[in-house]
């Protein structure tokens, strides 16, 4: 169904957006069908675990990809900083990015995202997902939540003035 949303907050560095609906904006249908989550440990992984990417591959609708756990910890350089990211070789596309990355016991244990993934892919490289794992992933939505923003994070503040050399002459 379709419902209005408000944005409560969003974090480009992670890729992660969090939106409020209003429960009294769903039918009886749509909130029976509503299941939470249950929340894994990212630091519990091991490589070569299973896992199962849940998203919106390239927009076709939801798709379902498989993989193992190749890495821990992927240290992944941006402009803005340095993330540790969960490496698998589940695909993760563009309409991904957002999705759900579960163990087989059905628990959220990361966020797929395919900004990192798009830069690997236009080099020709497959097989080369990554997600943030759900300890961060969660700490950067309870910040949301909180704040709508991420705080703490160093910004630069300008403003700008309009200056007339008629008044200082």
């Known amino acids: 169904s379709v419902a209005e949303a408000t944005v409560k907050g969003t974090d480009a560095d992670h890729d992660i957006a969090v939106i409020a609906v209003k429960l009294s904006d769903l039918s009886e249908d749509t909130l029976f069908a509503i299941k939470v989550i249950e929340i894994g440990s990212s630091s519990d992984l091991e490589v070569g675990e299973q896992v199962v990417a849940i998203g919106n591959a390239l927009g076709y609708g939801q798709s379902v990809t498989t993989g193992i756990i190749s890495a821990l910890d992927r240290t992944i350089s941006s402009d803005s900083g340095t993330t540790a990211y969960i490496q698998t070789d589940a695909a993760i596309n563009p309409g991904n990015s957002g999705g759900a990355l579960l163990n087989l016991d059905g628990e959220l244990i990361g966020i797929n995202t395919a900004k ?29 939540i909180e704040t709508g923003y991420i705080p703490g994070r160093p910004s630069l503040g300008v403003e700008t003035v309009v200056l007339d050399l008629q008044d200082r002459l």
């Open 116 to 144: 990192i993934g798009d830069y690997y892919s236009s080099a020709g490289v497959e097989g080369l997902g990554f997600a943030i794992p759900v300890h961060i992933a969660k700490d950067v939505v309870d910040q949301l």
